[in-house]
């Protein structure tokens, strides 16, 4: 099964997770309560989502057009970002989510 990272500024607390093929980025974030903004329920049509990949490229599925032009308007983007909505895990990637630069889990915070 493909592993997916969503990594921490402190390498220490780095997530890592075992995943079924054909998930996105955005489901296994929220099946694993870590908190990626999803203001219009993954329907490619915000940038709340938007996830910087740091490695595994080839291991998302490919870009299509809308994310393509979605994306344009992110805050912040970077020649690998993609929308955790869109992007499929196909195989082993780690992920940095940009704007809470440490990812957390949501039952940490208390
Ligand atoms: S949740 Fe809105 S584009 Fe991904």
Redesign the pocket.
């Known amino acids: 099964m493909p592993k997916i990272t969503f990594l921490s500024e402190d390498p220490n607390q780095n997530l890592t997770f075992e995943v079924e093929e054909g998930k996105s980025i955005?489901d296994i974030a929220l099946e694993n309560d870590i908190e990626l903004e999803?203001?219009?329920?993954?329907?490619?049509?915000?940038?709340?989502?938007h996830v910087i990949v740091r490695d595994g490229m080839n291991n998302l599925s490919e870009m299509e057009e809308d994310e393509e032009d979605?994306l344009d308007t992110a805050e912040g983007l970077t020649l690998t970002s993609r929308?955790?909505?869109?992007a499929v895990v196909t195989g082993d990637c780690a992920i940095e989510i940009p704007k809470n630069v440490q990812p957390f889990r949501k039952a940490e915070q208390h």
């Open positions: 955005l999803h203001n219009c329920g993954g329907s490619c049509a915000c940038t709340t989502c979605r929308l955790g909505c869109q």
